[in-house]
């Protein structure tokens, strides 16, 4: 019951942070056109959660009557370790490029965290990168961020170009 | 029978070799995903989506439209072959597939799944073509009040027959209302909420990115927590002999499955029911009337074939509202209404006057799509069993690529890709703790509309707040939007008092 209101607790703080942004716009009854201001439907809608996550926070243990959820406390060592993981390779995007970030992810996760055969998972971390590369690149022309890797594109570039 | 005209326009769009080639792509890739535990209809298009760029719009939703109807059908086989639903739509799937496939029948229940699911498809589809237009006639003449009022009676019907929590119901569909108005204001165009001036938020929050976050991601990373071990495939084969004896049985169930088309059709339309109520509710009712209902449970054929027909009736059902009015029946719409108005095509009864091509060559499509499913599912019955026995953490891998990947593809800004880390570590822990993410998905979506119509009315009418109780049609939504949203309130209080008069009183939960 405590996780409960802890999510609720965060969606208030949530909804409060965005109400301390919507009143930058008018969120009252605008006279001279009609209607409600700019800042009206995201100041009002983020008062309707801060006051919903308020009760939800408040209402007696017994009314509430949906399943009470638990965390499997033994699958959580691995679910923390994969969502590291992927904020690791979306910061890697950018400075290491998408065809370094992606295979590290990928043997990590199939190898290390996965457990599989080497054959099975490099052949997926070699595959993986080139599918994407003739899909989104060659095809659709689509450039991923490549950071450093850049110039080693360049000849790929030539041939698809 | 100015219909039949039409659809047979639609035909000569979408029997063109290329968009055939296209819906038979699109109902093998959805019958895989729907296949697979944890993925289901909702994920393969939040994934998929990204990649249609690669084929001319309208092809694109037939596309997605096919992935749909594949995962409706793909869902049966692992709620038979593994005893886990392949999807939640399949859920009631598993109550006598499972059983017949430990009796050895998993090869009859896979076409019984197969072919229910084919009937409950055409005849959908068929009431589909009738209602389509009429229906779309009838929303010509809508106003913004009237859209306004149609939106909220939809926003209204979660909180009344979603069958959550109600207090979660409501800060879901809110915290989708506030997300979207992210970005520029529609009106005075000014900037709001973009926290801090980040330049990431001018363009707003896009559905694609929520979707692949909480739908993508977010249901990775669930289903890595409550998958711990590898389940058990059955093996099954199909002979001919085994297909006929099938059919021949099905033959006898015709009432069991015309019933469930009707009803998942109906229930499909309503944007908080949809497919896995209604065949739930399909379920009950052919055990109910069936002649043997008390084996129900324990591998009856008519068990797999009520729930199989309903869900794809259903999943035609909320195409319904969602092309002819623009209100998605089903967090699956909701995603194929973003993506048509990402490429221009804004559903609604509009797309029936300036885009008939395009409009009937769907529908028709839907025909060609059950075709095409129920001869692909049943002919590719052995390599579902050899699919399902890949090792999950594979699936998981290629699937986090595709969400980084496909996250970043349509705007190109590192920005999206963190937002759907976000937005899945949060739909993740949201879902969690009981909270419903279809409101959420389908409140983005349907937000500016919302914001929109509420804001033009006002201005149309000098701020007169009564312009939504004076048209008779508005007020009729609107009416109905308040009776939905009492309903759970006046529920609670009449258990409340029951309980206080010690009557035990319990109300399933429906998810």
Not at chain 1, 102 to 111: C, D, E, H, Q, S
Not at chain 1, 113 to 117: I, L, M, N, Q, T
Not at chain 1, 143 to 154: A, R, Y
Not at chain 2, 131 to 150: C, N, Q, R, T
């Given at each position: ?6 999510i609720a607790?965060?969606?208030v703080?949530l909804?409060a ?15 001279e ?11 009002w809608?983020?008062?309707?959660i801060l006051?919903c996550?308020?009760f939800?926070i408040f209402?007696?243990a017994?009314?509430?009557e949906a399943?009470?959820f638990?965390f499997?406390?033994?699958m959580?060592?691995p ?5 590291i993981a ?6 890697l995007?950018p400075?290491a490029?998408?065809?370094v970030a ?10 290390i ?5 080497w ?9 993986t990168?080139i599918v994407?590369?003739?899909?989104f690149?060659?095809?659709l022309?689509i ?12 000849p790929?570039?030539?041939m698809?170009? | 029978?100015?219909v039949l ?5 639609g ?10 080639f296209?819906?038979i792509i699109?109902v093998?890739a ?7 535990p944890?993925l289901?209809?909702v994920?393969g298009?939040a ?6 760029f690669?084929v ?9 439209a096919?992935i749909?109807?594949?995962a ?8 038979i072959?593994?005893?886990?639903p ?5 859920v009631?799937?598993?109550f006598?597939?499972r059983?017949m ?5 998993a ?12 009937v409950g498809?055409?005849?959908s589809?068929?009431l589909?073509?009738l ?20 939106v909220?009676?939809?926003?209204t019907?979660f909180?009344?027959l ?10 879901m569909?809110?915290?989708?209302l ?7 204001d529609?009106?005075s165009g000014?900037?709001?909420l973009?926290f ?5 938020f ?13 739908y993508?991601?977010g ?6 927590e409550t998958?711990?071990?590898?389940p058990?495939v059955?093996?099954a084969?199909i002979?001919f002999?085994?297909?006929g004896?099938?059919l021949?049985?099905m033959?006898s169930?015709?009432?069991t499955m015309?019933?469930?088309s009707l009803?998942g059709?109906f ?12 065949a739930l ?9 069936s ?6 449970g324990k591998?009856n ?8 027909t309903?869900?794809?009736?259903a999943?035609t ?6 092309l ?11 995603l ?7 490429w221009?095509?804004v559903?609604g ?12 060559g769907?529908?028709s499509?839907?025909y060609t799509?059950?075709?095409?499913a129920v001869?692909v599912?049943?002919a590719l019955?052995?390599?579902f069993?050899?699919?399902l ?12 690529v595709?969400c980084?990947v496909?996250?970043?593809?349509p ?5 999206d890709?963190w ?6 570590v ?8 009981d909270?419903?993410?279809?409101p959420?998905?389908l ?9 929109k119509s509420?804001?033009?009315t006002?201005i149309a009418e000098?701020?007169?707040?009564l ?17 939905f ?5 006046l529920?609670a ?11 035990p009183?319990?109300?399933p939960?429906?998810n």
């Open positions: 019951m405590l996780l409960d209101k802890v607790g965060a969606l703080l909804s942070y965005m109400m301390s942004h919507a009143i930058l716009l008018p969120i009252g009854w605008n006279g056109t009609g209607g409600p201001g700019g800042g009206a439907f995201p100041f809608c983020s008062l309707i006051i996550a308020v939800v209402r007696p017994r009314s509430y399943d009470q638990t499997d406390r033994e959580m060592g679910l923390i370790q994969v969502i992927i904020a690791i390779t979306i910061a995007i400075t490029g998408a065809y992606i295979p590290l992810f990928l043997f990590w996760y199939l190898k965290y996965g457990k599989h055969s054959t099975l998972a490099l052949s997926i971390t070699v595959l990168p994407v590369f003739f899909f690149e060659a095809t022309k450039l991923l961020p490549k950071g450093v890797t850049e110039p080693f594109f360049f790929l570039y030539a698809f170009f | 029978m100015e005209s039409l659809l047979a326009d035909f000569a769009t979408s029997l063109s070799p290329f968009n055939l296209i819906v699109g093998t959805g019958l895989f995903i729907g296949a697979m944890g289901g209809s994920n298009v994934i998929v989506l990204p990649l249609t690669i001319p719009p309208s092809s694109a939703i037939i596309l997605l096919a749909y109807y594949g409706m059908y793909g869902g049966a086989v692992s709620s072959l593994l005893g886990i392949g999807a939640s739509t399949a009631a799937t598993t006598d597939g059983p496939a430990q009796k050895g029948q090869g009859l229940a896979l076409i019984a799944a197969a072919v229910a699911s084919f498809g055409t005849i589809v068929i589909f073509t209602f389509a237009a009429p229906l779309a006639d009838i929303a010509l003449s809508f106003g913004p009040a009237e859209e306004f009022a149609l909220l009676l939809a926003f019907t909180v009344g979603g069958g959550d929590d109600s207090l979660k119901t409501i800060i569909i809110c915290l989708g506030a997300l979207s108005t992210v970005g520029l529609l009106i000014q900037p709001r973009i801090g001036d980040m330049p990431g001018y363009s707003g929050i896009s559905f694609l990115v929520l979707a692949i976050g909480t993508g991601l249901e990775i990373l669930y289903t890595i998958s711990k071990t590898a058990k059955t093996n084969r002979t002999a085994e297909l004896a099938g021949k049985r033959n169930l015709w009432k015309s019933l469930g009803l059709f229930v499909g339309m309503l944007p908080a029911a949809g497919a896995t109520p209604a509710m399909s379920y009950g009712i052919a055990k109910q009337t002649k043997t209902s008390d084996t129900f591998g054929i008519e068990g797999v074939a009520a729930p199989e309903a869900n794809n009736a999943s059902g909320s195409l319904l509202p969602m002819t009015l623009g209100i998605p029946g089903s967090p699956t719409t909701a194929l209404l973003g993506g048509m108005v990402m221009g095509l559903p009864p509009m797309l029936f006057i300036e885009q008939p091509d395009f409009v009937w769907l529908i499509s839907l799509a059950n075709f095409a001869a599912n049943i019955i052995p390599v069993v050899w699919a026995r890949m090792p999950f953490t594979v699936l998981c891998a290629l699937v986090l595709l980084i496909g996250g970043f593809a705007s190109q800004k590192m920005h890709v937002l759907i880390f976000a937005f899945g949060g739909g993740y822990l949201l879902r969690k703790a909270y419903p993410l279809a959420l998905v409140a983005l979506v349907l937000g500016p509309l919302m914001e509420f804001r033009q006002l000098q701020g007169n707040i312009a939504f109780v004076e048209r008779p049609l508005s007020a009729t939504f609107i009416g109905l939007a308040i009776l949203f009492v309903m759970p309130f529920v209080f009449v258990t409340g008092a029951k309980e206080r008069l010690h009557v009183s319990k109300r939960k429906i």
